[in-house]
C-alpha cells in the first residue's frame, strides 16, 4: 500500500460534484481547464486521498492532444487521438467533470459507435523531450502517412493498395 503523508489518508474512490459517477484509481477523467474556451483535459487517476479537512485531491497522469505536443497536431492524427504522457501532477478533485475512456488504438478502431466520452491513444509522449514511443508507427496508404480512423479509407480490389 502507497505510503500517505501525516493527515492524509487514502480513498477507494470519488463521486463527482453533483453527479452519481464514481471515479476509482485507474479510471481516466475529464478535468475542467481555466480557460473555459478551452475543450477539458484528460488524465487517468492514479490516486485519490483526503487530508484531515476532507479536502479531495487527485494524482494524475496527463493525457496531451496532438496539438499540445511538441511538433503539434498532423495530418493522420484523429479528432480523438491522445498521447500518454510521463507528466504527473495533483490536482482538486472538485476540477473532475466527467468519466471517459481511452481506449487503444486497436480497440477504437473496432468501435460500433464512437461517443463523446470515447479516445484512443496508440503513443506515449515524453513532455520534456517530445519523444514519442513507439517512435513510428505503419503506413497504410499511397499518401505514406499513418492510419487516421477518421478518414474513410478504401482497398482496390485489384492491387490491393489503400
Avoid at 37 to 63: L, T
Avoid at 74 to 84: C, I, N, P, T
Wanted: glycine residues 6%; positive net charge.
Amino acid at each position: 500500500m502507497a505510503k500517505t503523508r501525516p493527515g492524509k489518508r487514502d480513498l477507494d474512490s470519488y463521486t463527482i460534484r453533483g453527479t452519481n459517477k464514481i471515479v476509482r484509481v485507474g479510471d481516466c477523467v475529464l478535468m475542467r481547464p481555466s480557460d473555459t474556451s478551452k475543450p477539458p483535459y484528460v488524465a487517468r487517476v492514479e490516486k485519490i486521498e483526503s487530508d484531515s479537512r476532507n479536502n479531495v485531491k487527485v494524482r494524475v497522469r496527463w493525457y496531451y492532444r496532438p496539438e499540445e505536443s511538441i511538433g503539434g497536431r498532423r495530418q493522420f492524427h484523429g479528432a480523438k487521438e491522445l498521447f500518454l504522457s510521463d507528466h504527473y501532477d495533483i490536482q482538486s478533485a472538485h476540477t473532475i467533470e466527467g468519466k471517459c475512456v481511452v481506449h487503444s488504438f486497436k480497440n477504437y478502431t473496432k468501435l460500433e459507435n464512437v461517443g463523446a466520452e470515447d479516445y484512443y491513444c496508440r503513443f506515449e509522449y515524453k513532455a520534456a523531450t517530445g519523444a514519442f514511443t513507439p517512435d513510428r508507427v505503419a503506413v497504410y496508404c499511397k499518401c505514406e502517412m499513418p492510419y487516421n480512423p477518421d478518414d474513410l479509407m478504401v482497398q482496390c480490389e485489384g492491387c490491393k493498395d489503400w
